[in-house]
C-alpha cells in the first residue's frame, strides 16, 4: 500500500566541511486522487525531499538546505529555511532534546523525522576521518580523557558493558569477574 525509501549518505568536502544528506521518497503503487494534487499515478513520489547538513571537524552545523521537489501542497515549500535555528548547534549529546525545540507545526514532519536518524550518519560518515580506507574503525585507546559520545547511548556501549571495558577501560564502570 506504501512504500518509503530513505538514503543517507555522507561527504567529505574538498574544502574541510562535511555533507550529510538524507533523501526521503514515499509512493503509491497505484494510481489515486491527492487532494493537493489531483491524480498521481503508481509510482509517483508522494513526497520527494532532501535534507542535507553541512557540518565542520567539532559537528557544528555550518548549513542547513532543504529541498522539496515532490510534496502534497504547496504551502508544504513554506517551511524550507524552518531548520536555519539549527545552525551553529552541535551534532551530540543533547541532539534529540534540541530538535524538540522546533515544533512540528513549524516545519515538515519528514524533514524533521530525519534529523534523528541523520546524526547517526553524521557520526558514521566521520568516524574514520577524511580518508579511512584501510583504516581500523575502532582501537582501544586508554589515555583518551574525555568520554566518547556514544558511551552510555546504547546497549552495547553502556559503561558496564564489554565493549567500553575493551576499549575506554578508564570509562568503564563493569564489576570485576568473580574470582
Given at each position: ?12 568536502r ?7 544528506e538524507?533523501?526521503l521518497r514515499?509512493?503509491?503503487p ?8 489531483g ?11 532532501r535534507?542535507?547538513l ?35 548547534e552541535r551534532?551530540?549529546p ?10 512540528h ?7 524533521h ?14 568516524a ?10 575502532l ?7 574525555k568520554k566518547?559520545?556514544?558511551v ?5 556501549w553502556?559503561?558496564?558493558g564489554?565493549?567500553v571495558?575493551?576499549f ?7 564489576k570485576?569477574?568473580?574470582?
Open positions: 500500500m506504501h512504500l518509503r525509501r530513505l538514503e543517507m549518505r555522507a561527504w567529505a574538498d574544502d574541510g566541511l562535511w555533507d550529510v538524507a533523501h514515499d509512493e503509491k497505484f494510481d489515486y486522487i491527492d487532494p493537493g494534487r491524480l498521481q499515478k503508481a509510482g509517483d513520489p508522494v513526497h520527494d525531499m535534507l542535507r553541512t557540518v565542520d571537524d567539532e559537528r557544528v552545523i555550518r548549513d542547513i538546505e532543504v529541498d522539496m521537489n515532490a510534496v502534497p501542497f504547496g504551502t508544504c515549500h513554506e517551511v524550507t529555511n524552518s531548520l536555519r535555528p539549527l545552525i551553529g551534532v551530540g543533547g541532539w534529540r532534546a534540541l530538535l524538540k525545540r522546533i515544533p507545526s513549524a516545519t515538515c514532519t519528514h524533514i523525522e530525519l534529523l534523528v536518524p541523520l546524526a547517526t550518519v553524521v557520526h558514521q560518515g566521520m574514520l576521518g577524511r580518508d579511512g580506507e584501510g583504516r581500523v574503525a582501537e582501544p585507546d586508554p589515555t583518551l580523557e566518547p559520545f556514544f552510555d547511548d546504547c546497549h552495547s553502556r559503561a558496564d564489554a565493549a571495558a575493551r575506554y577501560p578508564q570509562f568503564s564502570r563493569r570485576a569477574p568473580p574470582t
